[in-house]
């Protein structure tokens, strides 16, 4: 299931992306430091929090596969949880893992610059609503 948002463009979504690595002081245009990103964002942007969580913690994310999760609070900030087993698979620097990181870190950003998910939301594959 998703949540749809307003739209954008591909090249506004660009100028994010280069905002974005600035604010990271990223000078290299072909790797971006995901870890590194993770553990600054807090001193970057106030409104987001990161946790590394144990595997099977399910205190704050409900299904055991769900590898990482932006939570939103009512105050306008993020807590970006991210699983064990996905930090470490990063920090050997398995692509998927990074990617799980710096989607989480991007609803964040995205949310704070006003993309928030609107009531609306697509189903597929015949989802029903619940």
């Known amino acids: 299931m998703d949540y749809q948002t307003k739209p954008i463009s ?3 979504l660009r100028t994010i992306a280069k905002w974005f690595r600035h604010l990271f002081q990223s000078r290299n245009i072909y ?3 995901v870890l590194w990103a993770f553990e600054k964002i807090h001193e970057v942007l106030s409104e987001i929090t990161t946790e590394v969580i144990e595997d099977n913690d399910l205190s704050v994310i ?3 596969d769900v590898p990482s ?3 939103p609070d009512l105050k306008g ?3 970006i949880i991210v699983r064990q087993k996905v930090y470490d698979g990063a920090a050997r620097g398995v692509g998927g893992y990074r990617d799980h990181i ?3 870190m991007a609803h964040a950003v995205l949310c704070l610059l006003g ?3 609107v009531f609306e939301r697509t189903f597929k594959n015949n989802e029903l609503e619940p």
Do not use: L, S
């Open 31 to 33: 790797r971006f430091d």
């Open 69 to 71: 999760a932006c939570i």
């Open 62 to 64: 409900t299904y055991q």
């Open 102 to 104: 710096v989607h989480e």
């Open 10 to 12: 591909r090249n506004d």
């Open 115 to 117: 993309f928030t998910p």
């Open 77 to 79: 900030n993020y807590h």
